[in-house]
């Protein structure tokens, strides 16, 4: 899948990177002058970049061909959320400490929108989840995401977490909390908890628990077609549940909530600058021997 025919382009910043801001400004100018297409913006990036004549009156996510994102995987992951209902391929910029999932950087950022116009460009779909949370047969939140739907104590107080896979029941977890996280959410949150790293294309969903008091409970890979039910039975104080890191919703005594595979994904642009194995490996120093110190090394 390539892009083809493209009019108009969205950009959308970093809320607090004022470099991102100013490439923001000086990538419309080059859009309008050199490349010749229409730019829009959704309304929080027109305040901040000082253009309210390209806020688009409408939802900036139906009207353009594809979103550039200047800032973190943060960026990315909010774009992603908005973006993938209507199909909208996402170009990241990478401009934050760590940049796992964009494809692009301030110094290559013109060279790769040449590319992207001109159609040399792969469009890669990435699995999202969507969740919900039950109290009383109600259903009291809905919310997408890209990398993972978490359920975490708020006061760093155990919880017990029962979890059904498909329907049966599977296991109940003594722990901090719980990770819910794709194959693109593998080298995010759950890798930092313990959870393994999985190829993005993949079609997984791993469940890695946060400070589990028990050595029986351990990451898991599932396929992507199971459903996730969590039932909270106790706490010691207050829980939250967050996805993408983002969007923290308070759970309940009793609350239930279902992970599933969404019907949406998430088309980034890829422009194959490094594979995936290459990007763990430059930024994880996976695989690589860590010297010691100099004056430090051990006798022979």
Same mark, same amino acid.
């Given at each position: 899948?390539?892009?083809?025919?493209? +009019?108009?382009?969205?950009?959308? /910043?970093?809320? #607090?990177?004022?470099?991102?801001?100013?490439?923001?400004?000086?990538?419309?100018?080059?859009?309008?002058?050199?490349?010749? %297409?229409?730019?829009?913006?959704?309304?929080?990036?027109?305040?901040?970049?000082?253009?309210?004549?390209?806020?688009?009156?409408?939802?900036?996510?139906?009207? %353009?061909?594809?979103? %550039?994102?200047? &800032?973190?995987?943060?960026?990315?992951?909010?774009? !992603?959320?908005? !973006?993938?209902?209507?199909?909208?391929?996402?170009?990241? /910029?990478?401009?934050?400490?760590?940049?796992?999932?964009?494809?692009?950087?301030?110094?290559?950022?013109?060279?790769?929108?040449?590319?992207?116009?001109?159609?040399?460009?792969?469009?890669?779909?990435?699995?999202?989840?969507? !969740?919900?949370?039950?109290? $009383?047969?109600?259903?009291?939140?809905?919310?997408?995401?890209? $990398?993972?739907?978490?359920?975490?104590?708020?006061?760093?107080?155990?919880?017990?977490? +029962?979890?059904?896979? &498909? &329907?049966?029941?599977?296991?109940?977890?003594? !722990? @901090?909390?719980?990770?819910?996280?794709?194959?693109?959410?593998? #080298?995010?949150?759950?890798?930092?908890?313990?959870?393994?790293?999985?190829?993005?294309?993949?079609?997984?969903?791993?469940?890695?628990?946060?400070?589990?008091? *028990?050595?029986?409970?351990?990451?898991?890979?599932?396929?992507?077609?199971? %459903?996730?039910?969590?039932?909270?039975?106790?706490?010691?104080? @207050?829980?939250?549940?967050?996805?993408? &890191?983002?969007?923290?919703?308070?759970?309940? =005594?009793?609350?239930?909530? /279902?992970?599933? +595979?969404?019907?949406? /994904?998430?088309?980034?642009?890829?422009?194959? =600058?490094? *594979?995936?194995?290459?990007?763990?490996?430059? +930024?994880?120093?996976?695989?690589?021997?860590?010297?010691?110190?100099?004056?430090?090394?051990?006798?022979?």
């Amino acid at each position: 899948m390539a892009l083809t025919s493209v +009019r108009q382009v969205g950009i959308t /910043v970093h809320r #607090t990177n004022h470099q991102a801001w100013q490439l923001g400004k000086e990538l419309i100018a080059w859009l309008q002058q050199e490349a010749g %297409v229409k730019v829009l913006l959704d309304e929080q990036t027109a305040k901040r970049l000082e253009r309210p004549d390209l806020s688009c009156c409408a939802s900036v996510w139906e009207a %353009v061909d594809f979103v %550039v994102t200047l &800032g973190g995987d943060g960026t990315i992951l909010s774009a !992603a959320r908005m !973006a993938a209902p209507n199909g909208v391929p996402v170009l990241g /910029v990478y401009m934050g400490r760590f940049g796992f999932i964009a494809e692009s950087h301030p110094s290559t950022l013109y060279a790769d929108l040449r590319r992207a116009l001109a159609g040399d460009v792969r469009i890669e779909e990435r699995m999202m989840i969507e !969740a919900e949370v039950w109290r $009383n047969g109600t259903c009291v939140h809905t919310n997408l995401g890209l $990398n993972d739907a978490v359920v975490k104590s708020a006061t760093s107080s155990l919880l017990n977490l +029962r979890l059904q896979l &498909g &329907g049966a029941p599977f296991a109940t977890y003594p !722990a @901090d909390g719980l990770i819910i996280a794709t194959s693109t959410g593998s #080298t995010a949150y759950s890798l930092s908890a313990g959870g393994p790293i999985v190829a993005p294309t993949m079609g997984a969903l791993i469940l890695t628990p946060i400070c589990p008091h *028990t050595l029986s409970a351990r990451p898991m890979v599932i396929p992507c077609h199971d %459903v996730i039910e969590i039932h909270i039975e106790d706490s010691g104080g @207050d829980v939250l549940f967050k996805m993408d &890191g983002v969007d923290p919703f308070p759970i309940q =005594h009793n609350d239930r909530v /279902v992970v599933r +595979r969404s019907q949406f /994904v998430t088309k980034l642009i890829v422009l194959d =600058h490094a *594979t995936f194995y290459q990007k763990v490996r430059a +930024r994880y120093l996976y695989g690589e021997r860590l010297d010691e110190p100099d004056g430090l090394d051990p006798e022979p």
